[in-house]
C-alpha cells in the first residue's frame, strides 16, 4: 500500500512559479514510476512529467520548457517545479506513483493561474 501526500498548490498569477511536492510513504521498497497528471474543469486528466527511479523524465508538449520534474528517492518524494505559468495550466494537479505493477494516486492540489 502506497500513500501520496501532495502538497504546494496555490493561487499565482500568470507569468510565476509554483512547486508542488508529493511524497510517498507506506511499504514502499522503491517506487519505479512517479509522475504528475492534471485535471481541468470538463477535461479528462492528463500527464504532465514522469520521472523513473534512474532519473529519466518525459514531459507533456504543452509544459515543455517550463516545467521540471524531479525526484528524491531517499525520501520517496516527487516535486515539480512550474515557470511562466499560465492560466490553461489550471487544474487539479496529481501525483502517481507506479508500485509492484499498481497505480496509486493522491488526492490532488489545485493549482490556478489568473491573468
Known amino acids: 500500500q502506497v500513500q501520496l501526500v501532495e502538497s504546494g498548490g496555490g493561487l499565482v498569477q500568470a507569468g510565476g512559479s509554483l512547486r508542488l511536492s508529493c511524497a510517498a510513504s507506506?511499504?514502499?521498497?522503491?517506487?519505479?514510476?512517479m509522475g504528475w497528471y492534471r485535471q481541468a474543469p470538463g477535461k479528462q486528466r492528463e500527464l504532465v512529467a514522469t520521472?523513473?527511479?534512474?532519473?529519466?523524465?518525459n514531459y507533456a508538449d504543452s509544459v515543455k520548457g517550463r516545467v521540471t520534474i524531479s525526484r528524491d528517492n531517499a525520501k520517496n518524494t516527487v516535486y515539480l517545479q512550474m515557470n511562466r505559468l499560465k492560466p490553461e495550466d489550471t487544474a487539479l494537479y496529481y501525483c502517481?506513483?507506479?508500485?509492484?505493477?499498481?497505480?496509486?494516486w493522491g488526492q490532488g492540489t489545485q493549482v490556478t493561474v489568473f491573468s
Open positions: 520521472i523513473t527511479s534512474s532519473g529519466t523524465t
Open positions: 507506506g511499504s514502499i521498497f522503491s517506487i519505479n514510476t
Open positions: 502517481n506513483a507506479i508500485y509492484v505493477g499498481y497505480d496509486y
